[in-house]
């Protein structure tokens, strides 16, 4: 139960580095524990694997080039279409391994 706890309080803290990066709603989330993290952060979330599959890669490429988009990855290295993301480190929580991968953005331009 005490796991269980704590797995929380991580997912509280991973939406807490998501906001800091600008991660805010309307948002998707992908990848490790995207469901959850996705709901504590008023997220939509997709993933293109597992038992809840409900997109393709193409649709998350689609969704991280128009809008807020994180990618989450536990213990692995991010798909080959996200490598060369911006990564985060999360810090203060009481797993390891956890980064979040942001899109690359162009520079804004000027008005």
């Known amino acids: 139960m005490a796991e269980q706890v704590r797995g929380r309080g991580d997912w509280t803290r991973l939406v807490q580095t998501l906001r800091s990066q600008g991660v805010r ?24 694997r597992g038992y809840n599959h409900n997109a393709n890669t ?13 990618l989450l990855v536990k213990n692995s290295a991010p798909p080959d279409w ?19 991968y942001l899109p690359q953005r162009p520079p804004a331009t000027p008005n």
């Open 58 to 70: 193409a649709q998350l490429r689609q969704a991280a080039a128009t809008g807020r988009f994180a």
């Open 25 to 48: 709603p309307p948002c998707v989330i992908s990848g490790h524990e995207a469901i959850p993290i996705a709901y504590y952060a008023r997220c939509r979330a997709l993933k293109d």
């Open 82 to 100: 996200a490598k060369d993301w911006h990564r985060i480190p999360v810090r203060d929580l009481t797993t390891t391994g956890w980064e979040v």
